[in-house]
């Protein structure tokens, strides 16, 4: 009896909790609610089930259909609140705080992440933060292998000491602007992760369109756990194999494991040339040693020689016998170090390679070709097996989102289609440097499927172009720039509708991927949307772009457009930098340039026949410095349309 009745009790139990009015979680207490636009209300109940609503005087009524789904649309309101929201069925929910304003999402990658507590100048900030104006909603991270109906989890916050140090930088500050002008609420919704490729973010339909990836399956949530779980277990095995109890905290030997009398039998197999990040040791981030021993004859052992790596990703310190022979940072060089007599000996050799991987692919890039070393004509091939142990571990991507396009489009922005936004703030493009190449396609594919997903044939987004990064001789002169090539895909996305962009190459920072002046980069943001979204008169909001080129003999003519009250050139002698001819060998060098109204003029006495002028094209081309008198810098341009560096650079998913 005891059993029957316990029975009954969960039943009952199950049947209540069913039968409960449930709102997806991007709806709750203190959210903003897009204004002038019909307010879409939508949830679960149970089937059949009477659901009503109570907002600002606007009652309704509705029966859930057969799958327990019910939906509002509301008249729009006008800015203002705050308001309480009642949603009534079986149950009553109550969504106290609601303001109306504008509602902005806000999506990308590290750098849209990138909180204000970490940002310059945040704790003066962080402590005048207090404004209920100001509110947003992290979107918690998740993956999904299906496009999910609601999010894991999620709450709306208003802007204060205690809280706005979480906010995404770019948001807040583009929030305050924008609701500060407007004398409205601005609500952001915070969809971003950071590390994360332009694909993961594209639904399977679109993507699937694309040539580059029409052969991408769209994966089963039973096949997405399979190959994370069989990740996990490999790692689990690799590093019990290798001794090491504690994957974060392994101890480097470094001194010993370059020594050509070193014990590596212990060490794992490992065949090179290859990608280790691929089947050996996916998704890992850090440090690897390899080694191998070469016979060599007393012949060679008297001759100087070339040790042939090919190309690395990222950084390399290579021994002979123990002795350093050559470093290489970055994977655009082949390594070719050369070694004078006197190292080898006849007979067994060393080789110790220690391989730093900063981020996401690493490993030996190039073909068994060039994986040698040579002696004049002669060569001893060094493809085959080698030994691996890991020095340290930075990071291991075990559950991430990177193994498979769309999977954040799934679990992350799929459940907030229904949602109504005024536009989309993008920053990301980072992590897609090196398929630069394929991102003009993905960044429109992109745009075009969310104004889809939301309902929005022009709905405004609004791209921030990448920052000055890395070397400053990652140019065109010194084999070309994988950022230079992202930054022009992304200024590509503006040929389609209502489309804009920032330029931020002089907001970087040459050292970090995360420059912290997220200031500038908001309010250039919020400026674009006061012009072309609010239609205010705010002036020239957008940075100098060419317009169109005229090559007249020696000589080459820019034509700007966004000049704004004019153009200068940021240098106490007024000197312009960072123009580059080139002519028909395709050779560049640096060019003189002067402006003359809304046209820059170009010449080099070493380019007597141009056929080709870039500005700012380079990894870092901070000392790039054409600016309007608005106090917008230029955009990178290029007039040729050579080979780009990454054009054979396709991007890979991991799970086949």
């Known amino acids: 009896m005891k059993k029957n009745l316990l029975t009954i009790a969960l039943f009952l139990s199950f049947f209540s909790l069913r039968a409960e009015v449930k709102l997806p979680k991007i709806f709750g207490d ?22 009503s609503i109570s907002f600002n005087q606007q009652k309704k009524s509705i029966t859930t259909d057969k799958s327990g789904k019910w939906s509002f649309t509301l008249d729009a309101i006008t800015a203002g609140g705050p308001y309480i929201m009642e949603i009534q069925g079986k149950n009553r929910i109550t969504l106290s705080d609601v303001m109306i304003g504008e509602v902005w999402l806000c999506a990308g990658q590290s750098n849209m992440q990138f909180d204000l507590k970490s940002s310059l100048n945040s704790e003066s900030e962080i402590k005048q933060s207090t404004n209920p104006y100001i509110r947003q909603f992290a979107v918690p991270k998740f993956t999904s292998a299906n496009p999910e109906e609601d999010l894991t989890g999620g709450n709306w916050q208003v802007s204060s000491p205690s809280t706005s140090g979480e906010f995404s930088a770019v948001a807040y500050y583009y929030a305050k602007k924008l609701s500060a002008r407007l004398n409205v ?7 971003s992760w950071g590390g994360t490729f332009i694909e993961d973010w594209i639904s399977y339909e679109s993507l699937h369109s694309l040539p580059d990836f029409s052969t991408y399956h769209d994966l089963t949530p039973e096949e997405l756990e399979k190959w994370y779980s069989q990740i996990e277990r490999k790692y689990d095995q690799l590093f019990n194999s290798l001794g090491i109890p504690d994957r974060y905290n392994i101890t480097e030997d470094s001194a010993n494991w370059r020594k050509p009398d070193f014990d590596d039998s212990k060490w794992l197999a490992a065949r090179l040339p290859d990608r280790f990040d691929y089947d050996l040791l996916p998704r890992f981030d850090g440090v690897v040693w390899f080694r191998r021993n070469v016979e060599v004859t007393e012949e060679m052992s008297k001759q100087g020689f070339t040790l042939h790596l090919g190309r690395i990703d990222d950084y390399d310190i290579t021994y002979i016998n123990g002795t350093k022979v050559g470093e290489t940072m970055g994977d655009r060089d082949k390594r070719l170090y050369v070694v004078k007599p006197g190292l080898l000996k006849s007979g067994k050799n060393s080789i110790a390679i220690r391989l730093t991987d900063y981020w996401e692919r690493g490993g030996f890039l190039s073909s068994e070709s060039d994986f040698k070393i040579t002696f004049g004509e002669k060569e001893i091939p ?66 075009t499927d969310w104004r889809k997903s939301f309902a929005s044939s022009q709905l405004p987004f609004y791209i921030v172009q990448l920052p000055n990064m890395d070397g400053f001789n990652t140019n065109s002169q010194h084999g070309g720039s994988n950022w230079a090539e992202l930054r022009e895909a992304q200024s590509k996305a503006l040929e389609l509708p209502n489309t804009n962009m920032v330029v931020t190459i002089d907001l970087g920072d040459s050292t970090n991927v995360h420059p912290k002046n997220k200031l500038d980069v908001g309010n250039r943001l919020a400026l674009l949307a006061l012009k072309n979204t609010y ?5 020239e909001v957008s940075s100098p772009m060419v317009d169109s080129v005229a090559f007249e003999n020696d000589t080459v003519v820019l034509f700007f457009r966004n000049t704004g009250t004019g153009l200068i050139a940021r240098d106490r002698y007024g000197y312009l930098k960072g123009f580059e001819l080139a002519g028909a060998d395709k050779q560049f060098y640096w060019a003189t340039a002067i402006i003359e109204k809304n046209r820059i003029i170009v010449t080099s006495e070493k380019v007597l026949q141009p056929k080709a002028v870039r500005y700012a094209w380079s990894s870092n081309p901070s000392d790039a410095n054409l600016y309007n008198l608005e106090g917008l810098p230029a955009a990178p341009y290029r007039s040729d349309d050579w080979d780009r560096v990454s054009k054979d650079e396709k991007y890979t998913n991991w799970i086949k």
């Not at 239609?535 to 002036?539: A, C, D, I, S, T």
């Open 535 to 539: 239609l205010l008169p705010v002036g």
């Open 382 to 447: 060094l493809t085959g097996e080698w030994k691996m142990n890991i020095g340290k571990t930075t990071f291991m991507w075990l559950r991430s989102p990177n193994v498979h396009p769309n999977l954040l489009y799934n679990g992350m922005l799929h459940p907030l289609c229904r949602f109504n936004f005024r536009g989309v703030l993008w920053y990301q493009g980072e992590n897609n440097t090196m398929f630069a190449s394929q991102y003009e396609q993905n960044l429109k594919t992109m745009i």
């Open 30 to 51: 203190h959210m903003v609610l897009q204004q002038n636009h019909p307010i879409r209300i939508w949830g679960w109940a149970d089937n059949g089930e009477k659901v």
């Open 185 to 191: 609420a601005v609500g952001i919704v915070n969809a």
